[in-house]
């Protein structure tokens, strides 16, 4: 059933070849049990490993049941190995941290038997070798001759035709020898049983046939057969180890090294760690940034102005020079920066400034008054509109410049309540919120300061060290109108005469009389202040001042004239609607001509009410020429989206960083791999002798890796994941923000899978190294 044909096999050691077996011609019979005898070194060990195919001959052939192996894969072999043979080895080789049921399981195991029925033959085989009691023992637990006997039991479980020995007892005293050789003679009826033994009487005693080995070369043979056999059906199942097996095995490996499977998880944890807690950071700052722009950046208004948007096109080339080339409609010559020569260049500021001024009409301010009230919480208007406002120090009357007030209007609420939008945004120190057109409100700052020189401007003592609310409160300037306000003197008009004509109308009838009502200050939640420290007045108040403006003989003239009135001056003919310029519109709006404000501020209630105010705006747009179109500017957006952009780039750097943890560990894992690869060549060894292909293997190491890298993942994790308390509390303390780290479930499966297939790559490079092991030199390894 097995023949060996002008088997040679010598193995070279650099310049040394050692002939191990030379033209070896061997037949063996069915259920036949030989004895291989001869000195050490005789190629013993050889013969039997080539007939195993465990060892792969150099020339001849092998016959087993009269096929040819000179074709045959790795496959072939595997399969023949797991099919037809058992080993029995001197030093036992059983998977240490394997019980012995495992053991004798492993190679039905990988030819996919089934559970139940790799149980019932295993105990089967046990039974024969007399280990039934001891199957749940790890093979440390056992004496010499009971390893062997699981040897035994092992290289019987799958059924194989051919039984081969290596010095099966060599390691035993003679009493378990004896009983060893029992066993093996017991197998031998009805296989064949191939033994190397160095013990002649052992041989003679129990083998039926002894043949002898010398030098690679056979001397002499009891019994031997000339006959070449027929041809027998042959047909061998393929073997395979699932990946649970490889899973199990590995599983089985680790729990022997617990410590150090743990300490290796830990430690290439830490990268996942980094990682998890950067996320869960950054996904907290992003969700606090949501709450802050909903809160707070809400607050934000969008303002549209008369003059909307001044792009400055060097600053945009900086930027993009597709976007200036846009802007411009022509290619631009390209400019040097920092040049070295000598020369200045001309440049005209203006062509390369582009504004889009807005064409507020009334039309438009009428859209704007109906958008949706409930989306509003406030509207202010800004107007150029100086209201000729006059204070006394008690006996003398002096015009006051408003800029220097930072007058703003406050804004006004769409809905019926007047003072709704400063309600919820500003406290009152002192007196009330206004409740006509004509009160007045101070806005002073987070320390309750006012700037001197508005204080100045209002001819109030700004010497003191501290000013009592009592002083401000019904503090009283008056507003005078244009008619009374100016004198046309020849065809230009100046201001109306001298201090005490001030002071006069200061104290007349037809001055308006404002008063400060209230002391307001911006209150602590509200981040995002809409006035500016100064006076505040009401819209109600400039639209009465310019409603009766407009029919002033001032506005008049001014309407009719180009030039300006005051001094005689031509306008500005190159406009860029700058409200500072010398224009008729801006010297008109100044005396109250114009109705339509200069910039309208819209601020929104929360950012779903803003979506729709802007969507709102937008639609006013639709049909419009580009001309025509009117731009606003959302503030809130400029800044979300700055902020959203930094919290990118350092999560990006900082994750850059947590990487780099990742790879070290990666590394690691390598190395522990390695390090297990060495410490179980033993077991790749055992394994490739009971068949398990190449694949297998790097499978028994991927396994490993996979059960260390989830190992990693999920601690890194968990451990992440108890982080996140004790960051958040040091937040909170730090900066009053609420459970900011918060670890998102999908980062962290994320996050695992990452672990995983990292540390499955980093282990792979010694699993494939595993697999290229040659099984002989495996099984020689201690
Ligand atoms: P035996 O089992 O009869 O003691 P072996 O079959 O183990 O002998 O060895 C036969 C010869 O081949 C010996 O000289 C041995 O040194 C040599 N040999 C066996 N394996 C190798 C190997 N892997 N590399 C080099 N020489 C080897
Ligand atoms: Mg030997």
């Known amino acids: 059933m097995l023949s060996l044909r002008n088997i040679k096999k010598s193995y070279v050691t650099g310049d040394y070849t050692q002939v ?8 063996f019979r069915k259920g036949e049990f030989v004895a291989i005898l001869g000195p050490s070194g005789s190629g013993k060990t050889t013969c039997l490993n080539i007939i195993g195919g465990l060892d792969k001959y150099d020339s001849g052939d092998l016959i087993i049941n009269g096929k040819s192996t000179k074709e045959f894969k790795d496959s072939d072999w595997d399969a023949y190995r797991n099919n037809s043979i058992g080993f029995i080895f001197q030093s036992y080789n059983l998977i240490g941290h394997l019980n012995i049921l495992d053991n004798v399981e492993m190679g039905m195991t990988l030819s996919g038997v089934s559970a ?32 062997q006997r699981v040897a035994i039991a092992r290289a019987l479980a799958n059924d194989p035709d051919i039984i081969l020995a290596d010095e099966p007892t060599g390691a035993l005293d003679t009493k378990t020898s004896v009983q060893i050789m029992e066993i093996i003679k017991d197998i031998a009826k009805d296989k064949l049983v191939i033994m190397v033994t160095h013990n002649p009487e052992l041989a003679e005693e129990y083998a039926d046939r002894i043949i002898e080995f010398r030098d690679g070369s056979v001397i002499s043979d ?63 700052f992003d969700k606090q940034i949501d709450i802050f722009e909903s809160d707070t950046l809400s607050g934000f208004p969008i303002m549209i102005s008369q003059q909307a948007a001044e792009v400055d096109m060097n600053e945009m080339m900086e930027h993009s020079k597709e976007m200036r080339k846009e802007m411009l409609g022509k290619e631009e010559e390209d400019n040097t920066k920092y040049p070295e020569d000598k020369f200045i260049y001309p440049y005209n500021s203006k062509e390369n400034t582009f504004i889009h001024n807005n064409k507020i009409t009334q039309e438009y301010l009428d859209y704007i008054e109906k958008i949706d009230s409930n989306s509003l919480s406030g509207v202010s208007y800004t107007r150029l509109v100086n209201m000729n406002l006059l204070k006394t120090d008690g006996s003398v009357a002096t015009p006051i410049n408003s800029s220097d007030l930072r007058l703003s209007s406050y804004p006004i609420s769409l809905e019926s309540d007047k003072a709704g939008y400063l309600e919820s945004s500003y406290d009152v120190l002192a007196g009330s919120y206004p409740e006509t ?6 806005v002073v700052d987070e320390y309750n300061n006012v700037d001197t020189e508005i204080l100045k401007v209002l001819g109030i003592d700004s010497s003191k060290e501290e000013i009592s609310f009592d002083d401000i409160i ?39 009389s404002l008063k400060i009502k209230g002391i307001l200050r911006l209150k602590e939640d509200v981040k995002i202040p809409v006035l500016s420290e100064g006076i505040a007045y009401s819209d109600e108040l400039s639209k009465f001042f310019i409603d009766n403006a407009k029919n002033s003989e001032v506005v008049k003239d001014q309407e009719a004239a180009d030039y300006n009135v005051f001094t005689g001056e031509g306008f500005t003919s190159e406009t860029q609607g700058r409200s500072s310029e010398n224009t008729k519109e801006n010297i008109l ?24 105010v802007v969507s709102y705006l937008d639609k006013w747009n639709e049909d419009k020429s580009k001309e025509d179109v009117i ?8 800044f979300a989206t700055l902020s959203g952009s930094i919290m990118d780039a350092i999560t990006m750097v900082l994750i850059a960083f947590a990487a780099i943890s990742l790879v070290v560990s990666l590394i690691m894992v390598g190395i522990i791999t390695y390090i297990s690869v060495l410490e179980r060549t033993k077991e790749i060894g055992v394994l490739r002798s009971l068949g398990a292909r190449k694949k297998d293997i790097t499978r028994v190491f991927n396994a490993e890796t996979f059960i260390v890298g989830s190992c990693s993942g999920i601690l890194g994790i968990i451990i992440a994941y108890l982080l996140t308390f004790p960051t958040n ?6 900066t009053d923000l609420e459970g900011v780290a918060v670890l998102n479930p999908v980062h962290a499966i994320i996050l695992i899978i990452i672990s995983v297939l990292l540390t499955m790559l980093g282990g792979s490079i010694p699993a494939k190294m595993a697999s290229k092991k040659d099984p002989v030199e495996a099984l020689r390894t201690e």
Do not use: C
């Open 116 to 147: 139940s029925e790799k149980h019932n033959k295993a105990k089967e085989v046990l039974e024969i070798v007399g280990l039934k009691e001891h199957m749940h023992k790890k093979p440390n637990q056992l004496s010499g001759g009971q390893m």
């Open 437 to 442: 057109m004509n009160d007045l409100v101070l």
């Open 20 to 27: 191990a077996l030379n033209e070896v011609n061997l037949s």
């Open 729 to 734: 509390a040091i937040l909170y303390k730090v």
């Open 474 to 512: 019904g503090y009283e300037i008056k507003a005078i109108q244009n008619d009374d306000y100016y004198k046309k003197v020849g065809s230009f008009y100046t201001l109306a005469g001298n201090p005490k004509y001030m002071s006069e109308l200061y104290n007349s009838e037809k001055a308006i």
């Open 631 to 638: 731009l606003y500017n959302d503030m809130a957006k400029t």
């Open 222 to 284: 009891s019994k031997p057969i000339n006959e070449l056999d027929k041809s027998d059906n042959y047909e061998i199942k393929k073997t395979s180890m699932s990946f649970f097996t490889a899973l199990k095995l590995s599983a089985m490996n680790i729990r022997t090294k617990k410590w150090r499977t743990f300490l290796t998880a830990f430690a290439s944890s830490i990268g996942i760690i980094g990682i998890a807690l950067i996320l869960s950071l950054s996904n907290g």
């Open 589 to 612: 709006a100044s005396i109250g001509g114009t109705e339509i404000p200069y910039m309208i501020t819209l601020y929104p209630k929360d950012f779903e009410s803003k979506e729709a």
